[in-house]
């Protein structure tokens, strides 16, 4: 019997990833993802590719009481609605924003694969070629690294949550960071091994 492994994706801002949930993290290691902790960041390393993970966001008709990863991922307005795209279970929950990217989940037997679009209206391209919505798709802002490509913004230091993927989409990478420019939150995902990379919603929601 596999062990069920929990990965929750939050949409909105009440699941943050905090320092007491670092700490757990490292005690709670396990054969699908590993943690790297320094003084300005913490970064996970997941393997989309095990057998047994799930992942959710808090629009999903069913999810565990309880996660080992979690995470705020798309902007959201003072009155909590959403900015930008969000897709849970194949299904539309906030409709696209053409100058923001997304992370892409998708699940297949072999177990789920990641993929950046640079441009939310990509997603409708994404529906038509695959039948489908992707399994969740969950908004940002930019596209900070591609193709190994550091993209360049303005010198703006601020708590940061970011997104890699490398291995084809296989491996995931997450980083909370604080006092860091999109460019250095770029530079510690590509060490990392991050192909390319994208910034979430940061700020006070990291």
Known sequence: MIKKKFFLFSIQVFFLFSCRTTQNLQKQKSDFYSVTREKSYTLVR???SAPGLLIFTNFSSSKPKK???L???T???KKGELTGLAVTEKKLISPPLSDYCTLCLFKDSAGWKGEI???QDE????RQEKGDYPEIA????WTILRDGEIFQFKDYKNYRIGAGLSDGGKCLYLLCAKNKNYMECAEILKESGAESAMQFDGG???
């Open 46 to 48: 997941i393997d989309l």
């Open 67 to 69: 996660a080992q990863i």
């Open 71 to 73: 995470i705020n991922t």
């Open 75 to 77: 902007p959201f307005l």
């Open 117 to 119: 679009i640079d441009s």
């Open 123 to 126: 997603i409708e391209k994404i």
């Open 138 to 141: 969950a908004g940002g802002f």
């Open 204 to 206: 006070r929601s990291a």
